[in-house]
């Protein structure tokens, strides 16, 4: 199937905003993910979006949604070195419970 | 209240020997899942079960084989390790009474095999 595209890398100063895209394939998903991996670490759940919305907004993270161009984007305000992580984009095609489908993670270093 | 739990955490096989990847929820899911995620690769499905009696092949299944022992327990098979399955694996669970269907991932196991 076609793949959920991320950027491999990102690097941010500490204070500074972080801006994480991603590019989904189906245009009937209709709960898009968030997951933030530390290292050693299993993943977590930061945030999720249901396609109805455009936006959301959890303390300092942002989730914008674009249905038409299928671009996901995840913002984190104030980053800080806690925030140095895998994040891995997903979304679950289709309705009812079926698997997730994940893009290949975007490794965020923070720099002090 | 654990979560998904995974045993081992760390193996190291020799080609051509089997082993079982051991996972276990106590949310009560119905559906399970087991992931592998390699460098540069992200996480790729290789088995699910949407329920307690069903499998299914995800996007990477040869070389493995699963059983949904119970509500609680999914376990992967490796029956003829091979260095290309060197990976981390991760098992987790969801359920669609949840509002968001979200997954819960286990801590993974991690598999050298040489």
């Known amino acids: 199937g076609e793949d959920v595209e991320q950027s491999l890398f990102l690097s941010v100063r500490e204070g500074d905003s972080s801006v994480i895209n991603c590019t989904y394939t189906?245009?009937?998903?209709?709960?898009l993910y968030w997951y933030k991996q530390e290292p050693g670490a299993g993943l977590q759940l930061l945030t999720y979006?249901?396609?109805?919305?455009d936006m959301k907004q959890d303390q300092r993270l942002t989730v914008l949604l674009n249905k038409k161009d299928k671009h996901l984007s995840l913002r984190i305000a104030d980053t800080q070195t806690g925030d140095s992580a895998i994040y891995f984009c997903a979304e679950r095609r289709g309705s009812g419970n079926t698997p997730l489908v994940f893009g290949k993670g975007t490794r965020l270093s923070v720099i002090a | 209240n654990a979560g998904v739990t995974q045993t081992p955490k760390f193996q190291v096989l020799k080609t051509g020997q089997s082993m079982t990847l051991q996972c276990a929820q106590d949310m009560n899911h119905n559906s399970m899942y087991w992931y592998r995620q390699d460098p540069g690769m992200g996480l790729r499905l290789i088995y699910y079960?949407?329920?307690?009696?069903?499998?299914d092949k995800g996007e990477v299944p040869n070389g493995y084989n699963v059983s949904r022992l119970n509500k609680r327990e999914f376990s992967l098979r490796l029956e003829s390790a091979a260095p290309s399955q060197t990976s981390v694996y991760f098992c987790?669970?969801?359920?669609?009474?949840?509002?968001?269907?979200?997954?819960?991932f286990g801590p993974g196991t991690r598999l050298t095999v040489t």
């Open positions: 189906d245009s009937s998903s209709t709960y």
């Open positions: 979006i249901f396609s109805n919305m």
């Open positions: 987790a669970s969801s359920e669609a009474w949840t509002s968001s269907y979200e997954q819960y």
């Open positions: 079960s949407a329920s307690e009696g069903t499998t």
